[in-house]
């Protein structure tokens, strides 16, 4: 599933909050590292979910709607 499309399905799910996974682990992709934070942010603008994008290894405190994620991969080289 692409950003746009997991974007998509929680929203038809009615879902509270989307977490980004499989992104920005490896370089396994044709597309930049980052391209999934990117397409993600941008398809959730606007949106009734959180998206939550925590850096690798980065504590989700669950029901904590409070709890803010930085675009954090904007300012890796």
Do not use: C
């Not at 974007?7 to 597309?31: D, K, V």
């Not at 941008?42 to 989700?60: D, F, H, M, Q, W």
């Not at 405190?61 to 994620?69: A, K, P, S, T, W």
């Amino acid at each position: 599933m692409n950003p746009e499309e997991a974007s998509r399905a929680a929203e038809i799910l009615r879902a509270n909050a989307l977490l980004t996974a499989h992104a920005g682990r490896f370089t396994l992709a044709r597309h930049a590292w980052d391209e999934p934070f990117v397409r993600a942010a941008a398809a959730s603008i606007g949106k009734s979910y959180r998206l939550l994008t925590p850096r690798i290894g980065e504590v989700i405190r669950v029901g904590d709607e409070e709890q803010q994620f930085q675009t954090w991969w904007t300012s890796i080289e």
